[in-house]
């Protein structure tokens, strides 16, 4: 992601997370923090289809956003965006991966399971109108994964 994509970011951002957009200020300061932060976007045509980022303090990282937009659902973007991310955190000494997902969104559920997300607690509350699913990814023993 290049401070170029910030106002289609931006767009998608607002279309799908309404009551708990993050603000242009909030992005660019997680794209200030190049030496802990990885943030990507996809682009399907010309047009940006999704974007996702991750941050970094070994052992520990966490996915700190990620969205598809709505045309490009079940295409495969949001598993290239999420493996990505799996992928930076590996070369960076990532062991543990967290996140936090709605309760009321069983798309990405599905997608985080699929990539060895397990739910390890809920925080109540934590988004406008729904509870976030804490969950936690280890990678195996012997792997970049």
């Not at 767009?11 to 990885?38: N, V, Y």
């Not at 047009?47 to 941050?55: C, F, I, N, Q, T």
């Not at 390890?120 to 934590?126: A, H």
């Amino acid at each position: 992601m290049a401070d170029g994509d910030v106002d289609a970011v931006m767009a998608l951002e607002r279309a799908l997370f309404p009551a708990d957009a993050w603000s242009e200020g909030m992005l660019r300061d997680e794209l200030a923090e190049a030496a802990t932060r990885h943030y990507v976007v996809a682009v399907a045509g010309d047009a940006l289809a999704g974007y996702a980022g991750l941050r970094f303090v070994p052992p520990e990282g966490d996915v700190q956003t990620m969205a598809v937009a709505e045309s490009a659902w079940g295409t495969g973007i949001g598993g290239a965006l999420l493996t990505e991310l799996l992928d930076q955190a590996a070369r960076r000494g990532v062991t543990q991966m967290f996140l936090e997902v709605r309760s009321d969104n069983p798309r990405a559920q599905k997608l985080y399971t699929r990539f060895g997300f397990e739910q390890i607690g809920v925080r109540r509350g934590y988004y406008n109108g729904a509870d976030a699913l804490v969950m936690r990814r280890i990678a195996e023993e012997g792997t970049h994964e």
